[in-house]
């Protein structure tokens, strides 16, 4: 079983449309979660942290459920830039920090 | 500003070639990471480097070589590389030893250099 599961994709959305993404984890001892976008041939660019209360940046709303081990990423009111890559990443803090990556979940948002 | 740069932005080798990756940041961060990132795939970790020392070697082959000269670099010694090691290396950087009651600590990405092995 991979350490962090996302669905690939790719999920095709038009333009206005709300969508939401969802990963599993699989090690209770995590310690941080987060999302990060990744563009074509771009290096990975952080989109938002997962608090367990749950956070929310303009369209983008986060949650954490720790007993279910599950991280969710909803984007509302999509927009063509928002067509990307979106990383499930959790960090297993041992002595020092080790980010543990999902394989990503692909976005195309259409006109 | 959350800025890491990376040099250079593209780079072939041949095999017997030592070429170097160099990486830098100004956020005063403690904490310096190397991944290598296959098309279409997440990013693996490689080496971690926390206060200027290595605290993470993910097993990667001699043929790499990490150094972290200070804080505020970091470089890859590459030398007889193979067409497979072909990839994009990114490295990051985060602040290291957070405050105590605050768990995450983010870590920011460079644009990354493309290597290919001929």
């Known amino acids: 079983r991979k350490e962090v599961e996302q669905d690939p994709g790719p999920f095709n959305v038009p333009e206005g449309a709300t969508v939401a993404f969802n990963c599993t984890y699989s090690?209770?001892?995590?310690?941080?979660f987060f999302w990060y976008r990744q563009d074509c041939r771009k290096e990975p660019k952080l989109l938002m942290s997962?608090?367990?209360s749950g956070n929310e940046d303009g369209r983008f709303t986060a949650q954490l459920n720790r007993a279910s081990q599950y991280i969710s990423l909803l984007i509302r009111d999509s927009k063509l830039s928002d067509s990307a890559t979106y990383l499930c990443?959790?960090?297993?803090?041992?002595?020092?920090?080790?980010?543990?990556f999902g394989t990503g979940t692909r976005l195309q948002v259409f006109p | 500003d959350t800025e890491v740069t990376q040099t250079p932005k593209h780079l072939v080798m041949g095999m017997t070639n030592k070429k170097s990756l160099k990486c830098e940041q100004h956020?005063?961060?403690?904490?310096m990471y190397w991944y290598k990132q296959k098309a279409k795939k997440p990013p693996e970790l490689m080496f971690v480097?926390?206060?200027?020392?290595?605290?993470i070697n993910e097993s990667v082959p001699s043929r790499f070589s990490p150094e972290c000269p200070n804080s505020s670099l970091l470089n890859l010694h590459l030398h007889a590389l193979q067409p497979e090691d072909s990839a994009l290396y990114l490295c990051?950087?985060?602040?290291?030893?957070?405050?105590?009651?605050?768990?995450?600590?983010?870590?920011?990405f460079g644009p990354g250099t493309r290597l290919t092995v001929l």
């Open positions: 480097y926390s206060y200027e020392k290595l605290s």
């Open positions: 090690n209770s001892a995590s310690q941080s």
């Open positions: 990051a950087s985060s602040q290291g030893q957070v405050p105590s009651g605050r768990a995450y600590n983010e870590q920011f």
């Open positions: 956020m005063g961060h403690r904490a």
């Open positions: 997962v608090y367990s």
């Open positions: 990443v959790v960090n297993i803090r041992y002595n020092t920090d080790k980010l543990i």
